[in-house]
């Protein structure tokens, strides 16, 4: 059973170009959490979703961050017209449940978004 | 606000010696879980402690929950290099999350062989 998954691990932008970032959950998994590290800190909470729905988006920022988790494919965090201080580690994280019931999220390895 | 303030922020110690680190939290909880993070990687889920337990062990590892207090501590006991890491907890905020986990800032933890 494979681990949930990210891609790219690396990923450079210019500032004012997108990035797109994927996240296929571990098989079996409905949820999908995205999370942001920004250097020397913890992880921040942006999105919730499950399957074609979002349910809790109050931790992305208001302009430039979307994110989506299609009927089929990866779920997927887009960030437009990047900015230097978008640059930081993106992790995905899904769960088999409602993780408020006690159930643990697993995480896939991040993306390292650098902005130049 | 955030909350899951870990404590201390960096932890030296030799092989073979136990390390503690402490995690303060603000709201109610359901559950608190203990993650670790290698350099430049990913988070591994450690252990997962419900609000209505106390004490948790899993290995060389012992968590305890004191919801009167809003904290929670991680023993690693004989530890060992490959035990150098950072160590996060994480709270699920209790009723009404929506399931998303609030992070601590962390405790780096650096085992000298």
């Known amino acids: 059973n494979a681990g949930v998954m990210q891609n790219p691990r690396h990923l450079v932008r210019r500032r004012g170009q997108e990035a797109r970032l994927r996240c296929s959950p571990m098989?079996?998994?409905?949820?999908v959490y995205w999370y942001r590290q920004l250097p020397e800190e913890g992880l921040k909470f942006m999105v919730y979703l499950q399957k074609e729905n979002i349910i809790d988006e109050s931790g992305m920022p208001k302009e430039r961050f979307s994110a989506e988790f299609p009927k089929e494919g990866p779920s997927i965090l887009r960030i437009q017209q990047v900015v230097r201080g978008d640059s930081a580690a993106y992790f995905c994280?899904?769960?088999?449940?409602?993780?408020?019931?006690?159930?643990?999220?697993?995480f896939g390895p991040g993306t390292r978004l650098t902005v130049t | 606000s955030q909350q899951g303030e870990e404590d201390p922020q960096a932890l030296s110690i030799q092989e073979g010696e136990n390390a503690t680190m402490n995690c303060s939290y603000k709201?109610?909880?359901?559950?608190l879980q203990w993650y670790r993070q290698n350099s430049g990687r990913g988070l591994v889920h450690l252990i997962l402690i419900r609000s209505n337990e106390r004490e948790k062990h899993s290995g060389r590892l012992r968590v305890t929950l004191d919801t009167s207090k809003k904290s929670s501590s991680l023993l690693i006991t004989a530890s060992r290099a490959a035990d150098t890491a950072s160590y996060f907890c994480a709270t699920d905020g209790g009723s009404g999350n929506t399931g998303k986990l609030i992070f601590g800032q962390g405790t780096t933890l650096q085992v000298k062989p």
């Open positions: 709201t109610s909880i359901n559950n």
């Open positions: 098989k079996g998994h409905s949820h």
């Open positions: 994280a899904s769960s088999p449940f409602l993780s408020g019931q006690g159930y643990e999220q697993y």
